[in-house]
């Protein structure tokens, strides 16, 4: 599990060190950050064997927001 989030941030540094000078608001950086993450969170959920239901998730972040 820990090569797993050792890549994760490697992945999030490398991103924003290739892609300082392109991004031109914030965003495009809050999108990054988002879709990196739940990238992290599908491989976690692979590795511990347990299914993630993303219409469950989605419908639950949702409810929050209202």
Same mark, same amino acid.
């Given at each position: 599990?820990?090569?797993?989030?050792?890549?994760?941030? !490697?992945?999030?540094?490398?991103?924003?060190?290739?892609?300082?000078?392109?991004?031109?608001?914030?965003?495009?950086?809050?999108?990054?950050?988002?879709?990196?993450?739940?990238? !992290?969170?599908?491989?976690?959920?692979?590795?511990?064997?347990?299914? !993630?239901?993303?219409?469950? =998730?989605? =419908?639950?972040?949702?409810?929050? !927001?209202?």
């Amino acid at each position: 599990m820990i090569p797993l989030i050792v890549c994760y941030a !490697l992945f999030i540094c490398g991103g924003f060190v290739l892609h300082r000078r392109k991004w031109q608001n914030t965003k495009e950086k809050v999108i990054f950050v988002a879709t990196t993450s739940l990238g !992290l969170v599908m491989w976690i959920c692979i590795f511990v064997r347990y299914p !993630l239901d993303l219409n469950k =998730a989605i =419908a639950v972040i949702l409810d929050g !927001l209202r």
